[in-house]
């Protein structure tokens, strides 16, 4: 084209003289004999109208294409690399051989899709993709099937993490493992190289990826079949069913589209712990439906309604008094349960286990699936409720029991309870007495019974009491020896003094262990000891006997009362020596004062050293004894008294010559 323009453009240069005069002017050269009109001999001329219609026609020989565009080839020759394709474009395109590995037949002349990557490379080739015009044209086609909802076809290729990897239209999409079944897959393995169907129900448009689902379309069956089998349920209807899970409560039967709920009390007559005992998941079987909720879509069914009630076909020949067998089946606090024939149970209750009026624990007595022959007692077909019997198998030993054990024999029998009153001894099968607390020992004092013996213990008792009539047996233990109080009461005498130990101590006083094994108990503030500490467990001491009181078997004993009136017979014994020379005295003063007539100076130091005395022998008190006059005359009345004549005074008179 741009040779025909250069040729053109001389054409026009030689017609037009004016166009000639005006171009530059022609360099001389070395070659200005060459003849430049040679090449233009054969040159053909157009007309502009005859150009336009030839540029017409070179258009549409060549498409215009752009980059990214997905464009028709024809293969036009394969090499050992590559495949030459030609697009309508002024030259051809190069394709990798390896894009078309999946066409093994490929050969010159077929038609394949490209995608455009460069009209022109650096090096002026034109380089296309097959592989990529695939991913463009599946992409699109997942986003139309996504908007419109179209189910696709699909390929699992492998195994990722929380799925499958799917290929659909040759581009890889996820198929997470949640959305590969309805009911839950734990082995994904199994599915790999499969072709399944697929909708796509999530697209990303900037990462370019897709999440397919195979369980949308189950549900969308399901859905379907729901509504017909739905429109179709009636109340008694039998089906056919897989089931499809089982739990403690139950199991759930797949009808062919809708799933039903077979709880666990209509799979059986019988009693049964959990559904597995007799299902199996896949196992197939046929239920009745029991009700239906069209709100809810809830089915109900029953498999054991599809035979007789066992009560219904029940042998005739069972009545009250019959004897039947059967096993265990349900233990309760009140008793147990005994399965006679699957769906028929009688109750055993505790009270006609033994004859022995001794509490029994069910829990304990039976075991799951233990086997028993008893007796019926009650039986109502009507209401389906049987009462059985195990004490009525054997005699009665309560008929005979004054007979077997009198009042007053001595029997020996195990401890089989404890209580905190009391222990329950069985002297026989089905008789069993009960010892108080307070008649298990004359001496000691027991809180609680299990402390004075065990469980399984045999242990002597006497018979005390009988009631025939409420099944009860009074029984003592220390009554087997005899009352040792009766003697105690003259061995430790109110007041008497014996060495005893401290066993026992709490808030309120200590438990004190006589001779004899006798207990006493002393209060705290009697088992002070004379250096003011408290007496010890273990510690031996001297108690006396407060009080004795043989009635309730009681003893009050104090070591505190010893040492005490100890020294308060050391207070009365010196307060009595004190009494004593204190009147000694006195009785000194006296005299002296009846035999003085008269004073003298010698006298009255005399008298001074018996005050003297006197004082000292009343102690340290600031009291002094009354003195009368006649007791302790005073100095002046001694030198001038009106008994002393006046001859006896210290001074004579003088006389006259």
Do not use: C
């Not at 699109?140 to 659909?168: R, W």
């Not at 005299?591 to 006197?614: C, P, Y």
């Amino acid at each position: 084209m741009e040779e025909n323009q250069i040729e053109n453009q001389t054409a026009d240069t030689t017609a037009n003289p004016e166009v000639a005069h005006v171009a530059a002017p022609v360099k001389v050269s070395m070659h200005d004999d060459f003849d430049w009109e040679t090449s233009k001999k054969n040159v053909r001329t157009y007309s502009n109208d005859e150009r336009e219609k030839y540029e017409k026609i070179y258009d549409t020989t060549f498409k215009t294409i752009q980059n990214n565009d997905i464009v028709q080839g024809a293969v036009v020759s394969i090499t050992s690399n590559d495949v030459v394709l030609n697009v309508g474009f002024k030259s051809d395109g190069l394709v990798p051989l390896s894009e078309f590995r999946d066409l093994t037949d490929l050969k010159v002349g077929d038609n394949v899709e490209v995608l455009v990557v460069d009209k022109e490379s650096p090096k002026g080739q034109l380089i296309l993709s097959r592989k990529s015009a695939k991913m463009v044209r599946a992409w699109q086609q997942i986003v139309d099937a996504y908007k419109d909802g179209t189910i696709v076809m699909g390929n699992i290729t492998s195994k990722t993490k929380g799925g499958l990897i799917v290929e659909i239209f040759g581009k890889e999409t996820f198929l997470p493992g949640s959305q590969i079944d309805v009911k839950p897959i734990t082995d994904y393995d199994v599915y790999v190289g499969q072709t399944m169907e697929f909708k796509v129900v999530k697209i990303n448009e900037i990462i370019k990826n897709a999440v397919v689902s195979h369980k949308a379309l189950i549900e969308s069956d399901i859905e379907q079949q729901r509504a017909i089998i739905i429109g179709k349920l009636e109340k008694g209807q039998v089906l056919e069913g897989t089931i499809k899970n089982i739990t403690d409560f139950g199991a759930f039967i797949d009808l062919g589209g809708v799933d039903g709920l077979l709880y666990i009390t209509d799979i059986s007559w019988g009693r049964i712990n959990h559904p597995n005992e007799v299902l199996k998941i896949n196992q197939k079987l046929n239920v009745v439906v029991l009700d239906y909720d069209d709100e809810k879509k809830r089915i109900s069914l029953g498999l054991k309604q599809l035979t007789p009630q066992p009560w219904d076909t029940l042998d005739t020949t069972i009545d009250v008094g019959s004897k039947v067998k059967g096993k265990i089946v349900n233990i309760e606090d009140y008793g147990a349960f005994l399965e006679i024939i699957p769906g028929v149970e009688g109750l055993i209750h505790v009270s006609e286990i033994s004859w022995s009026n001794t509490p029994i624990n069910s829990k304990e007595f039976f075991k799951q699936n233990d086997e028993y022959e008893a007796m019926v007692v009650t039986l109502d077909r009507a209401e389906r409720k049987m009462s059985l019997s195990l004490k009525q198998m054997t005699q009665d030993p309560w008929s005979d029991v004054a007979g077997k054990f009198p009042v007053g024999s001595r029997q020996k029998g195990i401890v089989r309870n404890i209580s905190a009153y009391g222990l329950f001894v069985e002297l026989e099968a089905g008789i069993t007495g009960f010892v108080h607390v307070s008649d298990l020992s004359w001496l000691k004092r027991i809180h609680h019974p299990n402390e004075f013996t065990k469980i399984g213990n045999e242990l002597e008792v006497v018979v005390l009491e009988i009631d025939k009539e409420n099944r009860k047996l009074s029984l003592g233990h220390k009554q087997v020896e005899e009352d040792p109080w009766d003697t105690f009461e003259t061995t430790f005498p109110v007041g008497s003094i014996h060495q005893a130990t401290v066993i026992k101590k709490d808030d309120k006083g200590g438990v004190v262990l006589f001779p004899y094994g006798l207990e006493a108990f002393a209060p705290t503030k009697h088992l002070k000891k004379e250096n003011g500490k408290s007496a010890e467990v273990d510690e031996t001491l001297d108690f006396k006997v407060l009080e004795f009181d043989r009635g309730n078997k009681k003893m009050i004993v104090s070591h505190a009362r010893i040492w005490e009136e100890k020294k308060d017979e050391v207070k009365k014994e010196e307060g009595a020596a004190k009494d004593k020379e204190r009147k000694d005295t006195r009785s000194s003063v006296q005299n002296i004062n009846r035999k003085v007539e008269k004073s003298t100076l010698g006298e009255l130091g005399g008298l001074a050293d018996l005050k003297k005395k006197f004082e000292k022998s009343e102690g340290p008190k600031d009291e002094t004894p009354e003195v009368t006059a006649d007791e302790t005359p005073s100095a002046p009345e001694a030198t001038a008294t009106p008994e002393t004549p006046a001859a006896e005074t210290t001074e004579e008179p003088k006389t006259e010559e």
